[in-house]
């Protein structure tokens, strides 16, 4: 505002916004190996869990003395 009372115009020769599109697609080399990963992890929780009950409902479980 003061440069306008000075008589100071600025005005952009072109446009402050220029559309534009991106698109960039990369591929992890190590996605599968942290896939595999994961679902190894998964199935040894379930695995781990299932035990837990199949040895509880056996009666399969130490004595604490």
Known sequence: FPLVETG?????????FRP???LTIN?????ALALA???TMLAG???ALFSFYYKRARG???EIT
């Open 37 to 39: 990963g994961g679902i």
């Open 45 to 47: 929780v379930v695995f």
């Open 20 to 22: 534009y599109s991106l």
């Open 8 to 16: 100071v115009r600025l005005w952009p020769t072109n446009p402050v």
């Open 60 to 62: 399969d479980r130490p």
């Open 27 to 31: 591929r992890d080399p190590g996605a």
